[in-house]
T-cell receptor
Framework: DAGVTQSPTHLIKTRGQQVTLRCSPKSGHDTVSWYQQALGQGPQFIFQYYEEEERQRGNFPDRFSGHQFPNYSSELNVNALWLGDSALYLC?????????????FGPGTRLTVT | GNSVTQMEGPVTLSEEAFLTINCTYTATGYPSLFWYVQYPGEGLQLLLKATKADDKGSNKGFEATYRKETTSFHLEKGSVQVSDSAVYFCALSENRGSTLGRLYFGRGTQLTVWP
């Protein structure tokens, strides 16, 4: 049973560019959350999707947007990249019909903005 | 609002030493509490959880008790191993019925265990 998978593993972009990160949830999970983890910090919540809609959002600007597909996979898009967007982006999945207290995290995508 | 404060690191211990990593929280309502562990180059793994006051979460020799009166959820292990070296994150989540709310994380505590 595959866990949460994310792609790509690493990415290097230039300031002002746009990036798309992808996440496939654990089998049987229908909810996907995205977090940003800056170096030496704890993860910060970006947003959460289920039923293909954004349900909760953290304190991130509109440059950060997302999408959830009918198969529950998700994308995180970041426009007009800043140097400060360099971080590890983590995807987490959970099930609204299973154990609601467990979120499974993927290995993350390391984004470097130069 | 919701926030988590955890003990500053790094923490360096010898193998078989006793471990305590302090965690306190501020929350509206009655949150669930978690400890996550992050090994080098990997994502986060759930280590243990407690969903209501006085619950004790435990896993792999680690324990933490949900103390509502002191708003704390300290992580302990009686005898650490070299393989426990990692970064440990305390986190809370609002209970939102059947849906797990967003997680609020502390800054993490780096643990290094020497043989």
């Amino acid at each position: 049973d595959a866990g949460v998978t994310q792609s790509p593993t690493h990415l290097i972009k230039t300031r002002g560019q746009q990036v798309t990160l992808r996440c496939s949830p654990k089998s049987g999970h229908d909810t996907v959350s995205w977090y940003q983890q800056a170096l030496g910090q704890g993860p910060q919540f970006i947003f959460q999707y289920y039923e293909e809609e954004e349900r909760q959002r953290g304190n991130f600007p509109d440059r950060f947007s997302g999408h959830q597909f009918p198969n529950y996979s998700s994308e995180l898009n970041v426009n007009a990249l800043w140097l400060g967007d360099s971080a590890l982006y983590l995807c987490a999945s959970s099930s609204r019909t299973g154990n609601p207290y467990e979120q499974y995290f993927g290995p993350g995508t390391r984004l470097t903005v130069t | 609002g919701n926030s988590v404060t955890q003990m500053e690191g790094p923490v360096t211990l010898s193998e078989e030493a006793f471990l305590t990593i302090n965690c306190t929280y501020t929350a509206t309502g009655y949150p669930s509490l978690f400890w996550y562990v992050q090994y080098p180059g990997e994502g986060l793994q759930l280590l243990l959880k407690a969903t209501k006051a006085d619950d004790k979460g435990s896993n792999k020799g680690f324990e933490a008790t949900y103390r509502k009166e002191t708003t704390s959820f300290h992580l302990e292990k009686g005898s650490v191993q070299v393989s426990d070296s990692a970064v440990y994150f305390c986190a809370l989540s609002e209970n939102r019925g059947s849906t797990l709310g967003r997680l609020y994380f502390g800054r993490g505590t780096q643990l290094t265990v020497w043989p």
